[in-house]
């Protein structure tokens, strides 16, 4: 759900300021955010469970919004886009005509029938056969990585597995993806960065004016560097995604310089965050249950069940939301055409109607019914390469080090939105196998 216009989806407020184990209440978010990681994820569940307990939709404290807590309901809003719209572009203010323009090419933020044809497109160039071929490369980056940190450190070395291992590879695969040259990854990275924290910090229901203004600069200058990079790839078309992007047709149909500038911003921070806080929500829940980090040591075939217990059990993101069209029945609750849904996904993932045990951290659990990359049309084109940017990078952190210790000294720092969960900062030694 992350693109161009993340400061123009409505960020979901708490609902009924109850309160919750601690006395916090999730009226407030903000402050939720900036509680110890192990306190946020205590009273952050607790309210979902006993929300979800009670009701399986209910009332937002914002006015006009909804939230989804259970999994069957979360299911029907995800997979019905004629009543539950996905697209927020009208949210984008007249004066920003940069941004509604590189909104054109997101594909996650459209309905049918722009959407079909976009996705259509995009799908041609992004194929299941240019991840698979990504591999040996994701694996040869998360080497360098690792080899420049022990070569600079010793064999225990200290670092931040988010900044200089995790954030990385991602932001050096996709800017590889499409071609964008070596000495410009850095600037990737940090757009990228700087997209993830434009979110007002409030978590309000519409962003603020400086939130808007400064996403729009940002946007401008990106723009220009991709408009270029794309008009590069259609004179002398190499061997990337952007050059296939390019020049691909589908019943006639191309893409032009803008829609594809909007599909690049989509994956990079499609791509850039979701994979990065999925190798670092793994590397945690893996330190805090040392039996399934045992077995899949023993086991590396288990690791790909591993990541898809993370992705349910604590997913980077949280929640998805929605726009209704029109009345909409759901959960035994009738919600007004122009209701904002936002759906709890982290809910859905611990309704104990659908999985047994939710709140245990199960890496035998049945894998597949998770919706962290969504459901229906709008499934993530990009899940494959987050799954596979992750087996790799646990893959060689495992295979390279024999323990890592995390420093939970208060050095962690997580992501400031509530609609992400996982460390943006995660200081770890990791002690090489001898």
């Known amino acids: 759900m992350f693109s161009w216009e993340i400061p123009f989806r409505a960020a979901i407020n708490g609902a009924n300021p109850a309160r919750i184990p601690g ?62 719209s996905s697209d927020m572009n009208h949210f984008i203010p007249e004066d920003q005509r940069q941004l509604a323009r590189a909104a054109r090419g997101n594909f996650v933020g459209i309905d049918p029938p722009d959407h079909t044809q976009l996705r259509g497109l995009v799908s041609q160039a992004f194929s299941p056969r240019v991840t698979a071929a990504l591999e040996p490369r994701i694996a040869q980056i998360a080497e360098r990585l690792l080899d420049g940190v022990v070569a600079e450190r010793g064999q225990a070395p200290p670092l931040d597995l988010v900044g200089e291992f995790a954030g990385p590879l991602s932001a050096i695969v996709i800017a590889e993806l499409f071609g964008i040259p070596e000495s410009d990854h850095p600037m990737i990275s940090d757009w990228a960065k700087a997209l993830l924290g434009s979110r007002p910090a409030g978590e309000l229901s519409v962003a603020d004016e400086v939130a808007m203004q400064n996403v729009a600069d940002l946007v401008r200058r990106a723009s220009e560097y991709l408009v270029h990079h794309i008009r590069e790839r259609r004179a002398r078309p190499q061997d990337d995604l952007t050059s296939r992007l390019a020049t691909t047709e589908v019943d006639g149909q191309s893409l032009d310089d803008e829609e594809i500038v909007g599909v690049i911003g989509m994956f990079l921070i499609a791509g850039y965050l979701p994979a990065s806080i999925l190798t670092a929500n793994t590397v945690m829940a893996l330190d805090e249950y040392p039996a399934a980090l045992a077995e899949v040591r023993s086991r590396p075939e288990l690791l790909p069940r591993a990541i898809e217990e993370v992705l349910r059990w604590r997913s980077p993101l949280v929640r998805d939301q929605r726009l209704t069209t029109r009345n909409a029945e ?49 499934y993530c084109l990009g899940a494959p390469l987050a799954r596979l940017e992750a087996r790799i990078a646990m893959e060689t952190l495992l295979r390279r080090f024999e323990r890592a210790e995390i420093s939970r000294d208060g050095s962690v720092e997580f992501h400031e939105s509530i609609g992400v969960l996982g460390p943006v900062r995660l200081p770890a030694t990791l002690f090489t196998r001898r």
């Open 23 to 84: 006395g916090f209440s999730l009226a407030d978010l903000t402050a939720l955010t900036r509680l110890p990681f192990d306190r946020r994820i205590e009273e952050f569940f607790a309210y979902l469970g006993s929300r979800r307990e009670a009701e399986a939709v209910g009332e937002s404290q914002e006015p006009g919004v909804w939230e989804v807590f259970r999994y069957d309901q979360a299911v029907q809003v995800l997979g019905d886009h004629q009543t539950f």
């Open 330 to 378: 759901l959960g035994g609750r009738t919600i007004p055409a122009g209701s904002m849904v936002c759906v709890w996904l982290a809910s859905a993932h611990r309704d104990p109607l659908r999985f047994e045990d939710p709140d245990e951290f199960d890496i035998h659990r049945n894998p597949g019914r998770h919706l962290a990359f969504g459901k229906g049309i709008h």
